[in-house]
């Protein structure tokens, strides 16, 4: 009997450590992706770091530019609510607001994101200091002739003035596309370039040119 039974023990030994090591190594494997876990996340981390921050300073520099830049067009498109007598006019300005401002929105979210400073509303947009290289930027002067202007005589200032406005933006957003490296900046600004070119033939037909 003993005979018999010490290969079934050995056998059944045999069986035990294989379990043993398959469970071990299980346990590993499972304990690694408990470790992958965190270890993932760990790697992850960075990764979602760099993807939240994949950004360079032509992103920060569109941002911070560009908001500004997209206030002082709120600006001039509430004018015209009182003062335009071209309902089409009108209807163009409501049409800057409602795509503008929920882009300011955006801009300024990436920028704290970032830890970088976020342009203040209500701060000097005339090209200025701060503001050197913000193409299409109205003046002090322009602003004030634009608020002193009524009936048709807004209607060309304003279309006027912002034709000029958006070829600015449009070119902000173009050095954007090509110099950028935050996705959703870089998308913003193909749509700024597409909105804002098709605004402004829509401008320019307004003025008759």
Same mark, same amino acid.
């Given at each position: 009997m003993?005979?018999?039974?010490s290969?079934?023990?050995?056998?059944l030994?045999?069986v035990?450590?294989?379990?043993?090591v398959v469970?071990?190594?299980?346990?590993?494997?499972s304990?690694?992706?408990? /470790?992958?876990?965190?270890g993932h996340?760990a790697s992850?981390t960075?990764?979602?770091?760099?993807?939240?921050g994949r /950004?360079?300073?032509r992103?920060?520099a569109?941002?911070?530019s560009m908001i500004?830049? /997209?206030q002082?067009?709120?600006?001039?498109?509430?004018?015209?609510a009182d003062?335009?007598s071209?309902d089409r006019?009108?209807?163009l300005?409501?049409?800057?607001?409602?795509?503008?401002?929920?882009?300011i929105r955006?801009?300024?979210?990436?920028?704290?994101?970032?830890?970088e400073q976020?342009p203040?509303a209500?701060?000097?947009h005339?090209?200025g200091s701060g503001?050197?290289g913000?193409?299409?930027m109205?003046?002090?002067d322009?602003?004030?002739?634009?608020?002193?202007?009524d009936g048709?005589?807004f209607d060309?200032?304003f279309?006027?003035?912002?034709v000029?406005?958006?070829?600015?933006?449009?070119d902000?957003?173009?050095?954007?596309?090509s110099e950028g490296?935050y996705?959703?900046a870089?998308?913003?600004?193909?749509?700024?370039?597409t909105?804002?070119?098709?605004?402004?033939?829509?401008?320019k037909?307004?003025?008759g040119?």
């Amino acid at each position: 009997m003993t005979i018999r039974t010490s290969p079934r023990r050995a056998a059944l030994a045999a069986v035990t450590v294989t379990a043993a090591v398959v469970l071990a190594a299980c346990g590993g494997n499972s304990d690694s992706g408990g /470790h992958a876990g965190p270890g993932h996340d760990a790697s992850a981390t960075p990764g979602a770091s760099a993807g939240a921050g994949r /950004h360079n300073a032509r992103d920060v520099a569109f941002a911070q530019s560009m908001i500004p830049h /997209h206030q002082q067009a709120l600006e001039m498109a509430k004018l015209a609510a009182d003062r335009a007598s071209s309902d089409r006019v009108k209807d163009l300005a409501a049409r800057i607001e409602k795509a503008q401002d929920p882009e300011i929105r955006t801009m300024t979210g990436w920028l704290k994101g970032w830890g970088e400073q976020v342009p203040m509303a209500g701060m000097d947009h005339s090209g200025g200091s701060g503001h050197a290289g913000m193409s299409g930027m109205m003046s002090d002067d322009d602003m004030a002739a634009l608020r002193k202007a009524d009936g048709k005589d807004f209607d060309t200032k304003f279309l006027t003035m912002m034709v000029e406005h958006h070829q600015g933006a449009v070119d902000m957003a173009g050095a954007e596309r090509s110099e950028g490296a935050y996705g959703p900046a870089k998308a913003m600004a193909g749509d700024i370039v597409t909105g804002q070119t098709a605004e402004i033939k829509e401008m320019k037909e307004l003025l008759g040119s």
